[in-house]
């Protein structure tokens, strides 16, 4: 009995002892990913592009980077509750959000040697940005009504964007690490598409008008869009920055 509650004892303390070991561990950056010098800008926009383009529908575990193509949110709701002319709830489920492998950064500010003081900003442009998946609309656009439930395809055409953000800095084991706490997307597309289908119970003459309405006065329909999209859009680079820098301290990330 003694032999066997010592063994058992042995066993618990390894385990405690090799998981705190592990915790405490420090991550290695990649080797085969470049690391830019603080502040040098060109270096960081070059690599963020190749690395997306190389790993946006693989993912890279070792880079905690993850499969952005498509980019999979179980939810989007859209609803900011206004009246006046264009009043709409539109609530997305299991979504994709397609062409962010795409993405053509043209310029970064910041990253720079002490990240308590340096901006954080990426600006740059998509050729497409999809976001695809199952709706419920119930709303009023101007004086039409609409209702429906079934597929949705939202297409920006050619969206330029910003990414803004502030972090929390942390430090463990000797090392700062950065925690993203304000992040900030903006997106300005040069048109939309909009296609619902299944609209005012699957009418076929009401969903063509609609949808054709909808993509005539597109303008209109992205101003009440837009926020939601760009919360959701937000979140993405939020997690995606959020894992990078949980694992690697920020130092580490770039060349000394």
């Known amino acids: ?66 499969v952005i193509e498509p980019f999979r949110l179980k939810r989007l709701d859209i609803s900011d509750g206004r009246g006046g002319s264009l009043s709409l709830k ?32 990426l600006y740059g442009d998509l050729p497409k940005m999809i976001i695809r998946g199952k709706y419920t609309a119930d709303g009023r656009i ?15 055409d050619r969206p330029k964007f910003s990414v803004k953000f502030k972090p929390n800095l942390v430090n463990k084991n ?17 048109k939309i598409f909009v296609k619902l289908t299944n609209l005012f119970n699957g009418d076929q003459t009401l969903s063509s008008h609609m949808n054709e309405f909808l993509n005539e006065n597109w303008f209109e329909i992205w101003s009440e869009l837009q926020p939601s999209v760009q919360v ?13 820098f949980k694992r690697f301290a920020y130092d580490d990330i770039f060349e000394v």
């Open 1 to 66: 009995m003694l032999k066997k509650f010592a063994k058992l004892w042995f066993l618990l303390v390894s385990s405690s002892l090799l998981y705190i070991s592990n915790s405490n561990a420090v991550a290695t950056f990649p080797a085969d990913i470049t690391r830019c010098r603080h502040g040098d800008t060109e270096c960081i926009v070059r690599t963020s592009i190749n690395v997306i383009r190389k790993y946006g529908s693989s993912g890279y575990a070792a880079a905690a980077f993850p």
């Open 90 to 121: 539109l609530n997305f489920r299991d979504v994709d959000v397609l062409g962010l492998s795409g993405v053509n950064f043209q310029r970064a500010v910041g990253f720079g040697k002490d990240p308590s003081s340096s901006k954080f900003e």
């Open 142 to 156: 101007l004086i039409l009504p609409i209702r429906g439930e079934g597929d949705a395809d939202i297409t920006l």
């Open 174 to 190: 000797g090392k700062t690490y950065l925690m993203v706490d304000k992040l900030k997307v903006s997106l300005e597309p040069r």
């Open 232 to 244: 959701a859009i937000a979140e993405i680079m939020k997690n995606i920055l959020t894992n990078m």
